[in-house]
Every structure is written in structure tokens, then in C-alpha cells.
Nanobody, 125 residues
Framework: QVHLVESGGGLVQAGDSLRLSCEASGHSFNIAAMAWFRQAPGEEREIVAAYTWSSGGKTYYTDSVKGRFTISGDNASPMVYLLMNSVKPEDTAVYYC?????????????????WGQGTLVTVSS
């Protein structure tokens, strides 16, 4: 079993920066890709960014966060980070870390086998 634990959420003001962390433990040796999803109240869960350790590290960003958010990975644990710069009120959501055994990046939540409990990010205007 793989356990994912997120940290770093909180209340920030628009324009501030925030860094989320997610650490995998347990049988995490076969984790090949990790991602951040978010879910705002009344909305569906959506992909924010994804990272794979394949080919030295590849990334994916949804359009609304390109140029503001940066995802990075550390395969020591493994861990994945999400640096959120210039946050906006519309970034307010519960952010979930997800992991999968395939090296391929996927934007579909159903293709991730492991999930964290989520961390709340609230951006005030």
C-alpha cells in the first residue's frame, strides 16, 4: 500500500506564494508519476500539474496555472512539490496529491491509483 501525505496549505492573499509538498511512503518504490489535482466547492476535481521521473523529469500544467505554478519531484522518498506563485482567489480549492505506477503523465483522476487526504488552499482577494 502507498500512503500520500500533503502539507503546506493555508490562507494567503492574492499575489502571494505558497508551496505544497507531498511525500509518498509505504510501497512507494514503484511510483513513477505524481500529480496535483484540486477541487473547489461545487466543482469537479481537475488536474493542476503533473510530474514524471521518466526522461529526467517531464511536467504538465493546466492552462490556468502556466507561468505561475511549478511542479518538481524528488525521487528520494518520492516527493513532489507545487510552488504556487501569484496566487489568485480562483486558486482556492482543496489540493490533492496523486500517484501512479505508469511513467506516462495523465490528466485523468481515474488513472491515479493513490491519493492523499488533501490540503486546503484559500486565497483572499
Amino acid at each position: 500500500q502507498v500512503h500520500l501525505v500533503e502539507s503546506g496549505g493555508g490562507l494567503v492573499q492574492a499575489g502571494d506564494s505558497l508551496r505544497l509538498s507531498c511525500e509518498a511512503s509505504g510501497h512507494s518504490f514503484n511510483i513513477a508519476a505524481m500529480a496535483w489535482f484540486r477541487q473547489a466547492p461545487g466543482e469537479e476535481r481537475e488536474i493542476v500539474a503533473a510530474y514524471t521521473w521518466s526522461s529526467g523529469g517531464k511536467t504538465y500544467y493546466t492552462d490556468s496555472v502556466k507561468g505561475r505554478f511549478t511542479i518538481s519531484g524528488d525521487n528520494a522518498s518520492p516527493m513532489v512539490y507545487l510552488l504556487m506563485n501569484s496566487v489568485k482567489p480562483e486558486d482556492t480549492a482543496v489540493y490533492y496529491c496523486a500517484a501512479r505506477q505508469s511513467h506516462e503523465i495523465s490528466i485523468l483522476a481515474a488513472e491515479y491509483s493513490y491519493w492523499g487526504q488533501g490540503t486546503l488552499v484559500t486565497v483572499s482577494s
